[in-house]
Nanobody, 121 residues
């Protein structure tokens, strides 16, 4: 199973970026998906999560109202629309998916490699 992210880059403060994450490989079902980020010298932190049906989302207080998480189950994909970006949003953003590879398999935690998002002031 691979999680491949795209959409990172350099943007000025106040700008927008959209991150994408696509899961591929032997996948039976995907449960919760989420975005996490890690800034230099800091621990990895949760940005947002979304349940399998997309009905329940959860956001870090620091991004509420600015970021929107969504997913496309038919494509095994997840997105993060980021608006009004701030320099403190600068970090490596990681895609996370909890998935099963078969009807009787356990729930595995998978990570992408993470695109860099840099917000200049």
């Amino acid at each position: 199973v691979q999680l491949v992210e795209s959409g990172g880059g350099l943007v000025q403060a106040g700008g927008s970026l959209r991150l994408s994450c696509a899961a591929s490989g032997m996948i039976f079902s995907i449960s919760v998906m989420g975005w996490y980020r890690q800034a230099p010298g800091k621990q990895r932190e949760l940005v947002a999560t979304i349940t399998s049906g997309g009905g329940v989302t959860n956001y870090a207080d620091s991004v509420k109202g600015r970021f929107t998480i969504s997913r496309d189950n038919a494509e095994n994909a997840m997105y993060l629309q980021m608006k009004d970006l701030k320099p403190e949003d600068t970090a490596v953003y990681y895609c996370n998916a909890k998935l099963r590879q078969g009807p009787l398999s356990g729930l595995y935690n998978n990570w992408g490699r993470g695109p860099q998002v840099t917000v200049s002031s």
